[in-house]
């Protein structure tokens, strides 16, 4: 498959009245045509940051200080400000997390759909709100003709969050980014919007940047999981080697967290204890080591590098060094590794 | 829509009635008489010029009849000023201060409107730095103050524009300058806080988002979202004028209600205080209920929502 | 991919797995109060003004010892004399003055006794014009000071009660308020100017009568949610008494409130201390306000600028000060609301 982002070494901070925060610590990943690569982590970990830096809207005291974005080969961070106004809307787009606040209040629908199509290809103001309801009702916003003059005061959450997407759609965008976009839904809205995803996927073709807190979602959606921890990636690989032969302690963690159709009754949830460390002045090692219950001495001194588990699956913790000492992972952990050799000899 | 509206001008003529009887009973409490100006009137002179104005009367009976006059559209009879009428008094006099009043109002307001939103794009550069310097020069320096100072240099000094004259349009340049500083100070300050709230906003994002230029972001949607806002100091901004007014008519010697105001008082002339006191309330209550119909016309979360029909 | 050699004592383990408990790493914590004193002090703006205010007040407090002479003293002989100051001769204040083309010593032309001199001169009765705004700032403050009590005094009581009882209570009294707030400010504080004798009390009284109402308002929003804050609601449960609800939960949680709308409300105060004095219905003679001296300033202004300079720029200087204090107070008990 052809590699049509590529993110490489992305270093970002962010001036502030107490010092700089390192929020993106050397971030690399790339992305195929038409898959799906979801970003999980704890909140402040830095995801949404990642992948506002690839559509460069990062707040005003933000400095990509290092690290490249290759699209299609191509720099954005060397691109002028005309030409990245080009690619937003148009070859990449995103979804907010907010659908509550993510549309203009004064502005009907119609109109906000059909805009990336005026900026972008020129169309007549009639085609753009014709394919504008067309998307519109792609999205399952019932009636759209006559809902195209409403604002968005009169849409429920769910439906603005189609809408939003929608917006996002319009101009069959080559890679289309959601960063939480059902966070604030409640249960089945966010199925519903997930499989709308889907759905568009396979109509268009997009690459999606699926960006979440919560696994359970992921499972559903992505090809590939990166897990993020403090500015960097910890592990990454397809969603069968992270959810069922986890290698960082920090996904341990967080798969823990999570419940799952296996959890029974007694085996209760274990969420990962302690904070995230301060990003105004990072630790020298590894950034898990103060909450890692299998924390070495050469974490407190050394970042540890990305060891690989396979072709696609790779992971930055020591305990994957030949001379680390075996650990036994969580109850919870051991099951998916049974259940990842079943996987495995199933194939 | 029609319903709020209705029960706003009966609100509005409920207030006038409070505010008029209220004035009525506080000038009837006045010590001594009206005419203790001219103190060469006789006991027997005196007595006839009351029976003329009807201050002979029971308070009460006064009362009924200001009231009831005030129904009429009349406002009593001006003890100074020849004994003209009030409402003739006013009808003379309102051009020259709705011109200069209306004139510092939209001055001010457009250009509030640039400085503030000029600043909140450029936020925190030296832009920004002026345009709070400028609103806050606007706010703080009082416009009798700054009305002097351009009459000294412009005026009376450099001779650019007449001391204190009231023709043509050349004359209402200075007065309008003096009285435009405090709604520019004001509506700047306000629309910079608006933008950079807008701004900041999700919203903002997702046109960014779509790939508008930062100035299509500004002009498709920030301008908008944060305009809608400024419609709710209208009101406050044109209290702050007529307030300004008065002394600034005073000083460029502008025959205006603010300058007939001021005269009033200082001549006790109580049925034109009266009469001006109601005027002005009415003239503000009214601004601030056609204030509250346009926020409710521009902005489409209240206007198709479920506000405006309580 | 090439392993790095690491030597085999590092991968001890540290034996994290009792420490559940992480601390907390980041800058030390600051209670609210000191917060709020840092962010202000770290904002030169506001500094500069809170110390520009300060020697302001400072002048007001002390001025019987430090105005050089008696505000009222007149001395027909020594009238409209320009600033001079001591035997320096720098232009505008040596006591020249320009008089028909020329430029005369104005001081020896009504021959002053000898070392006379007025550092910003004096006005139409010989009055010393230093002494006189030093004595005018100081009431123009008096006045801004009491009627910003008087306002806090109705205000707050008002606003609580009418936040903390809800329902009829609260109805009533904001019908109250918005029947006082829809008449102008200014036509209520005339009305009242003429009414009541003029002097100090009344322009205070005239200020406030209006003022309070938009302290009122801020007070009852802010009660309405702190009402329903957990240790409020604890509080009550627990039977404490009204009063003491109010001045131990209450009054210190509305404090960021009442002090940013108190530095609005002083600017407001002296405006209209100005204002009324400005048109005559102020301050009554001789007493001297910064709208009396503007006043008079004004009159004489074509012929003799600086009379009307000085109390301009004083009144200015206050106003533009206490109006950024007040921003940066607002930011300082609100970081959301500035960067
Ligand atoms: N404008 C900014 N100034 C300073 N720090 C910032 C700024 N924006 C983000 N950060 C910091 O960058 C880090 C990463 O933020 P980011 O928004 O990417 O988190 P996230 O992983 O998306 O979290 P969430 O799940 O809550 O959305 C956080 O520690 C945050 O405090
Ligand atoms: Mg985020």
Not at chain 1, 114 to 129: D, F, G, R
Not at chain 2, 210 to 237: C, D, F, Y
Not at chain 3, 92 to 121: C, E, I, R, S
Request: with cysteine; net charge neutral.
């Amino acid at each position: 498959m052809d590699k049509i982002l590529e993110v490489k070494d992305l270093h970002v901070n962010f001036a502030t009245y107490n010092g700089t925060v390192q929020a993106i610590r050397g971030v690399n990943f790339d992305l195929s045509a038409g898959e799906t690569l979801a970003i999980v982590g704890e909140s402040g970990s830095g995801k949404s940051i990642t992948v506002r830096s690839i559509l460069q809207l990062l707040a005003k005291n933000a400095d990509i200080n290092k690290g490249t974005i290759l699209y299609h080969g191509e720099d954005l961070l060397k691109k002028s400000k005309k030409e990245m106004d080009n690619i937003r809307g148009n070859k990449i787009s995103m979804i907010f997390q907010d659908p509550m606040t993510s549309l203009d209040p004064t502005m009907t629908i119609g109109k906000q759909v059909a805009e990336p199509l005026l900026i972008h290809n020129k169309v007549s103001k009639k085609e753009a709100l014709g394919r504008a309801e067309e998307v519109l009702r792609l999205v399952g916003i019932p009636n759209p003709k006559e809902r195209m003059n409403d604002y968005p005061h009169q849409f429920s959450g769910g439906q603005r969050q189609r809408i939003v997407i929608a917006i996002a759609i319009v101009d069959y965008p080559e890679i289309l980014i959601a960063d939480e976009p059902t966070t604030a839904l409640d249960v089945t809205v966010q199925a519903q919007i997930i499989d709308l995803l889907k759905e568009l996927q396979q109509k268009i073709g997009t690459a999606i940047i699926f960006i979440t807190h919560d696994l359970g979602v992921v499972a559903g959606i992505a090809d590939r999981v990166a897990v993020m921890y403090a500015g960097k990636f910890v592990e990454y690989g397809s969603v069968d080697e992270v959810f069922y032969n986890p290698q960082h302690p920090y996904t341990w963690g967080l798969l823990d967290s999570m419940p799952t159709l296996d959890t029974s009754e007694d085996d209760h949830l274990n969420s990962i204890p302690g904070t995230p460390p301060n990003l105004l002045d990072p630790p020298k090692g590894d950034a898990f080591a103060p909450r890692n219950e299998y924390a070495m001495q050469i974490d407190l001194e050394e970042q540890p590098p990305f060891f690989k588990i396979s072709k696609t699956h790779y992971a930055a913790t020591w305990l994957l060094h030949p001379d680390a000492p075996k650990v036994t992972p969580p109850k919870g952990i051991q099951k998916r590794f049974e259940k990842f050799k079943k996987l495995g000899d199933s194939k | 829509m029609a319903k709020y509206i209705l029960k706003r001008i009966l609100y509005l003529f409920l207030t006038l009635f409070i505010i008029a009887s209220i004035t009525f009973f506080l000038m009837k409490m006045l010590p001594g008489t009206p005419f203790s100006n001219q103190n060469r009137l006789s006991p027997d002179q005196l007595a006839i010029v009351k029976a003329q104005y009807g201050l002979d009367q029971p308070i009460f009976i006064q009362y009924i009849r200001y009231i009831g006059g005030l129904f009429q559209g009349n406002l009593g009879t001006s003890f100074q000023f020849n004994n003209e009428p009030v409402t003739q008094l006013i009808g003379q006099r309102l051009a020259p201060s709705m011109q200069i009043g209306a004139q510092a109002m939209v001055l001010g307001t457009i250009l509030g409107i640039l400085l503030g939103a000029v600043a909140a794009i450029r936020k925190n550069s030296w832009v920004d730095t002026l345009a709070t310097f400028v609103s806050i020069l606007g706010i703080s320096i009082p416009s009798f103050v700054l009305a002097v100072l351009l009459q000294f240099y412009l005026a009376y000094k450099w001779h650019i524009y007449p001391v204190a004259l009231w023709d043509n349009f050349q004359s209402s340049v200075l007065p309008t300058i003096a009285l435009a500083a405090l709604p520019l100070g004001n509506v700047a300050r306000f629309m910079r806080t608006e933008m950079v709230d807008v701004l900041s906003s999700d919203y903002i994002e997702l046109a960014k988002s779509k790939g508008n230029s930062e100035w299509q972001v500004v002009i498709k949607h920030a301008l908008r979202n944060s305009l809608i806002p400024i419609v709710t100091i209208i009101g406050p901004m044109a209290v702050s004028t007529m307030t300004g007014s008065m002394v600034v008519e005073n000083i460029f010697s502008i025959p205006g209600i603010g300058e007939q105001f001021v005269k009033s008082i200082t001549t006790n002339d109580y049925p034109t205080i009266m009469g001006l006191t109601i005027f002005y309330s009415f003239l503000l209550i009214l601004v601030f209920l056609v204030v509250d119909i346009l926020y409710v016309l521009i902005d489409p979360r209240i206007r198709l929502g479920n506000g405006g029909n309580d | 991919m090439e392993i790095p050699q690491i030597p085999k004592d590092k991968f001890k383990f540290l034996n994290n797995a009792g420490n559940k408990e992480q601390e907390k790493i980041g800058t030390p914590a600051l209670t609210y109060m000191q917060d709020v004193r840092r962010r202000l002090f770290k904002n030169k703006v506001a500094v500069v003004c809170l110390t520009l205010l300060t020697i302001i007040v400072f002048i007001s407090v002390f001025a019987p010892i430090i105005a050089p002479y008696n505000p009222n003293a007149q001395h027909a002989t020594l009238s409209n004399l320009p600033p001079k100051l001591g035997n320096l001769n720098i232009p505008g204040f040596n006591g020249y003055q320009n008089m028909g083309g020329k430029m005369v010593d104005a001081y020896a032309q009504v021959h002053a006794p000898k070392g006379t001199h007025y550092l910003l001169g004096t006005d139409y009765l010989g009055r010393d014009l230093l002494s006189r705004i030093i004595y005018g700032t100081r009431l123009s403050l008096i006045v801004a000071v009491l009627a910003t009590l008087v306002d806090l005094l109705i205000g707050i009581p008002y606003g609580i009660v009418s936040g903390w009882k809800g329902g009829m209570t609260d109805n009533v009294m904001q019908r109250i308020v918005e029947i006082v707030s829809s008449v102008p400010n200014l036509i209520v504080v005339i009305l009242m100017m003429i009414i009541l004798k003029p002097g100090l009390i009344s322009i205070v009284l005239a200020i406030a009568i209006t003022d309070w109402v938009t302290m009122a308002r801020l007070i009852r929003a802010q009660t309405f949610q702190l009402k329903e804050q957990e240790y409020v609601l604890a509080a009550r449960t627990l039977g404490e008494s009204s009063t003491k609800i109010a001045t131990k939960h209450l009054i210190p949680n509305l404090s960021s409130t009442i002090i940013i709308q108190t530095m609005f409300t002083i600017p407001n105060a002296i405006f209209f201390e100005a204002f009324l004095s400005f048109i005559g219905i102020g301050i009554p003679a001789p007493n001297a306000s910064l709208g009396t001296l503007l006043s008079d300033g004004q009159k004489a202004f074509r012929f003799l600028p600086y009379q009307m300079w000085a109390p301009a720029i004083i009144l200015s200087i206050i106003m533009i000060a206490t109006n950024l204090l007040g921003d940066g107070l607002r930011d300082a008990f609100d970081p959301q609301s500035s960067d």
